[in-house]
């Protein structure tokens, strides 16, 4: 599962805000939330964080924040707030043309 955020500030700062809302239960984290709710250990910054795009606050990352988060909820993977996540025909387009997406061949039916 992913969870998908923005963060104008530093890697080191967001992770260690999840990790103080993880270990005291704060629930201001939704992915310290998921960990606590599903008892899993939270891992090494570098294990369990990754950048996506950079780029100046604003509405480009606003943008592309909603495209990552449409795009995993779309394939089931994501933890952010679901309800929010309306049908997008942009974003339907951007998916359906990224050459970095993973094209697996159609299976023979099996006889």
Known sequence: MKYTGQTGRPFKVRYQEHLRDFKYNNNKSKFAQHLIDNKHAIGRMEDIMEIVHVTKKGKM???L?????Y???KAGNQINDRLTVKENEI???VIHQDPYRRHTAPQPPIS
């Open 61 to 63: 990352m606003d943008t």
């Open 65 to 69: 924040e909603g495209l990552h988060i």
């Open 71 to 73: 795009k995993e909820t």
């Open 91 to 93: 974003f339907e387009t």
